[in-house]
């Protein structure tokens, strides 16, 4: 053996030149230590401006955290957003199937409804509900040139909840029906075929086949629009709606503690936005189910595995 | 352990569980079926074999209305598929009537399509629940049954996604049986597998056709077509050419085209192994 062979046999890996030992990182990162610091700075700042202010009442804070008002607001602004997004959710899935028959009529219908209510923002939409009574002071129920069956006065069936929740709930169903039409498309055909092979109705084959997989596709989205939803209520407070928001303005309109109480408000808000998003995180795993593999944490229904338990039994026939 | 039962009265066993009738099928301009006809009777083994594009799919869908033919009529156990009988006249049925001729066939997809948020075991039980309205604890003693019966037992808590190709076919063709169908229909069931796993899957293929259960495959090994089929159908273009038993159609095919279509598989083989 030579030492000056230039190409060494694939098969003697020990004729290979030893390389230098590696060292373990170990250099001081000097763009690390100056972000860190920075960064520490703003915060540190921040923190600091924010204590010290004499002229910011964090007593103010404290007390109307858990002032009855704001409470009472703080319900409201819940309902508004479990009731607007359980309404936008029904309209969404209506509103996606819809979109996706093959039937021209609902097909155009949803394509219009998706694109008229798009593009309206929420606050316009919001007033327009609550001023509807001014150009139809009444709402009838009946056949179109014939009797009436019903009517209704405006100003009472709209009050300002009822304006919230449509001004919220109509404009987020079209959101959510492309959401909802996306997580749709997003399942094979094969599935669905499947499943009508093993005899399910249409109908059957939608519910226990097709939407539970496009959930799993749709719910980062709907997370989104959920976490939006909870603070567009904030925007109820021009109607008067009795949110959160509402409330604190309420307040602060009598004693001119204006930051205070919007510092309450923002705690709420996060509480609930947090909360929410760990919710959110359950909610997927639960229904990424058969799309990741499963960890040592969870080996939930797992069966043992025996040499012989992969081949075919024995059939006698 | 298949339904030997028929599922109308007035079917006697000597009538034939699938008769295709000139069934057409096209898709705009291009026609898919020219015209088939054929019959299987009980506890036959019927093998569609042919170049790919020759219609065998679209001819095992049409049976189960997975397609709409665009002319002839297909009866299973029967029923007219897609039809119901008004005063006198076949009509158009609903999907809810056609949800339930659908039941007396069971289809087993080329790339398996199993419920993928299913468990095997959920998998073989969507079709007894969902689809007959069976109870849940009957259908999962008998989707226990049939998980045994593919060699799959200690699998029914796996997920599709943490099975093997050969092992997803398996738990498909549990399920495929589990609606107690009069026919079974595979739609190249190992046309997707590796090499290695086409042997399990063809095995319980094999294995329920000895035991008396009626099928329909469209495949591409004719070395199984020839132990397993009691009928062969070569199908090209869109029309069967030529049909008889394994020996004839396989061993001393009489056309020409079949005669090609055989040395090109076998070729195809040899060059593969």
């Known amino acids: 053996m030579t030492a000056n062979v230039a190409v060494p046999s694939p098969t003697k890996r020990d004729e290979f030149a030893p390389l230098p030992p590696i060292k373990a990182k170990s250099r001081i990162s000097w763009s690390r230590v100056l972000t860190l610091v920075i960064l520490l700075w703003v915060v540190i700042a921040f923190v600091v401006g924010a204590a010290t202010n004499e002229r910011l009442d964090w007593g103010a804070v404290a007390t109307y955290l858990f002032d009855p008002r704001i409470l009472e607001g703080l319900r409201t ?241 | 352990m298949t339904a030997t039962q028929p599922t109308l009265a007035e079917t006697r066993d000597s009538d034939p569980i699938i008769h295709v009738r000139d069934v057409h099928k096209s898709y705009g301009q291009v026609e898919a079926l020219r015209g088939v006809s054929l019959q299987v009777k009980r506890g036959e083994v019927v093998a569609l074999i042919g170049p790919s594009g020759s219609g065998k799919s679209t001819l095992l869908r049409c049976i189960n209305h997975l397609e709409t033919p665009t002319g002839g009529v297909v009866q299973v156990a029967g029923h007219v598929m897609g039809y119901a009988e008004k005063r006198g006249y076949l009509r158009e049925c609903n999907q809810r009537t056609l949800a339930r001729q659908r039941r007396s066939t069971g289809m087993v997809f080329q790339h398996f399509d199993l419920f993928a948020h299913r468990t095997a075991l959920e998998n073989v039980m969507e079709g007894p629940t969902s689809g007959l309205g069976e109870a849940r604890g009957a259908a999962r003693a008998r989707a226990h049954e049939l998980l045994a019966l593919v060699g799959l037992a200690e699998k029914a808590g796996a997920y599709p996604s943490e099975l093997s190709g050969g092992q997803q076919q398996r738990v498909a063709i549990a399920r495929a049986l589990s609606t107690r169908p009069d026919v079974l229909l595979l739609d190249e ?55 008889g038993s394994p020996r004839e159609v396989i061993r001393n095919p009489v056309e020409a085209r079949t005669a090609q279509f055989l040395t090109h598989i076998s070729a195809a083989r040899t060059a593969t192994t």
Not at chain 1, 119 to 125: A, G, H, T
């Open chain 1, 77 to 317: 602004t819940l309902v508004l957003t479990a009731v607007s997004m359980a309404i936008a959710t029904v309209l969404g899935v209506v509103l996606a199937l819809m979109a996706l028959t093959k039937d021209p009529t609902p097909r155009a219908f949803a394509r219009t409804y998706i694109t008229v209510f798009r593009s309206i923002p929420p606050m316009v939409q919001l007033l327009f509900w609550y001023f509807l009574a001014a150009i139809l002071p009444t709402i009838t129920i009946g056949i179109p040139f014939g009797p009436d069956l019903v009517t209704f006065d405006t100003n009472l069936l709209i009050t300002q909840f009822a304006a919230a929740l449509l001004g919220l709930s109509l404009g987020e169903a079209a959101f959510l029906a492309e959401y909802i039409r996306g997580g749709i498309l997003s399942v094979p055909r094969g599935q669905s075929e499947a499943a009508a092979a093993c005899g399910l109705t249409p109908a059957k084959t939608f519910f226990r086949v097709v939407f539970p997989q496009a959930i799993r596709v749709i719910l980062p989205a709907y997370g989104n629009s959920l976490i939006s939803q909870v603070k567009n209520t904030a925007m109820v407070f021009v109607i008067g709606a009795g949110d959160l928001m509402t409330e604190a303005q309420l307040i602060y309109s009598q004693n001119f503690q204006q930051i205070p109480l919007l510092i309450v408000v923002s705690i709420w808000y996060l509480v609930i936005v947090v909360i929410l998003t760990q919710v959110q995180r359950r909610i997927e795993n639960h229904y990424s189910r058969g799309y990741t593999r499963r960890t040592e944490k969870s080996p939930a229904r797992r069966q043992p595995l025996t040499a012989d338990s992969d081949r075919p039994r024995e059939v006698t026939s």
């Open chain 2, 189 to 243: 069931p190992t046309s997707a597998l590796d090499p290695e796993l086409v042997g399990e899957v063809l095995d319980v293929v094999t294995d329920l056709a000895r035991q008396g259960v009626t099928m329909v495959v469209a495949t591409h090994e004719i070395t199984f077509a020839e132990d397993v089929a009691t009928t062969v159908y070569f199908m090209e273009k869109g029309s069967v050419v030529e049909s």
